[in-house]
């Protein structure tokens, strides 16, 4: 059974523009929300993170967008770069410092 | 942030032999968990590491198969018993990095890829 849902399964995006990936998730006990970006032949590394006590965390380029309500979280790169081409996953747990349920992943491809 | 090593990085194994992994941790942490990725696949959670006692395994994945052990904070073994094709993939160990509460934020090791012939 898939807990959290990943939105779009690939994304092609020019240089400069926006990615915007999406994740919806089913149990209402999960309360953190990371995203994760993975590299070919490298491990994930930890990108953004959100609680659902705030609607929206942003770190430079990277910002997370967050629907308590729809059961939705999203991450937007702005300016996107060649250099984000990756995999990233979304994932929820029930507590902060916790096990991880993972999305299925987008492979993004920013073309320059 | 916590720094993790795995050892050995990819290895190619025969069927019907094991291979254990290492997990090295470079400071102290809470939790060490043991995920498996399946090639193109999204990571599917094969086990918590607990210090000094038996592994909390997730449905699908049973100790006789995936016997885990973690002697220390810093470190845990995986070992991937009478393996088969099947159990291709890449293992990843993970930890949540110490925090004066006790919790924190869950890196990554670089995993190991594994291929059974």
């Known amino acids: 059974q898939q807990q959290v849902k990943q939105s779009p399964q690939s994304l092609i995006v020019q240089k400069g523009g926006i990615s915007i990936i999406n994740c919806a998730y089913e149990?209402?006990?999960?309360?953190?929300f990371p995203w994760y970006q993975q590299f070919p032949g490298k491990g994930p590394a930890l990108l953004i993170a959100i609680r659902p006590d705030v609607s929206e965390k942003k770190e430079g380029r990277f910002t997370i967008s967050f629907n308590k309500s729809a059961k939705q979280f999203s991450l937007h790169i702005m300016d996107s770069q060649p250099g984000d081409s990756a995999t990233y996953f979304c994932?929820?747990?029930?507590?902060?410092?916790?096990?991880?349920?993972f999305g299925a992943g987008t492979i993004l491809r920013v073309k320059s | 942030s916590a720094v993790i090593s795995q050892k050995p990085s990819r290895d190619i194994c025969q069927r019907g032999t094991s291979l254990t992994i290492q997990c090295q941790v470079d400071?102290?942490?809470?939790?060490m968990f043991w995920y498996r990725q399946q090639p193109g696949q999204s990571l599917t959670l094969i086990a918590t590491?607990?210090?000094?006692?038996?592994?909390?395994?997730e449905s699908g994945f049973v100790i006789d198969k995936f016997p885990i052990s973690r002697p220390n904070l810093t470190f845990s073994t995986l070992t991937v018993s009478n393996m088969s094709p099947e159990d291709s993939s890449i293992y990843l160990c993970?930890?949540?990095?110490?925090?004066?509460?006790?919790?924190?934020?869950?890196?990554f090791g670089p995993g190991t890829r594994l291929t059974v012939t």
């Open positions: 590491a607990n210090q000094g006692s038996e592994a909390t395994y």
């Open positions: 993970s930890a949540i990095a110490l925090k004066h509460s006790g919790k924190g934020e869950q890196y």
């Open positions: 400071s102290q942490v809470t939790m």
């Open positions: 149990n209402t006990a999960f309360d953190y």
């Open positions: 994932a929820a747990s029930m507590e902060y410092g916790n096990k991880l349920v």
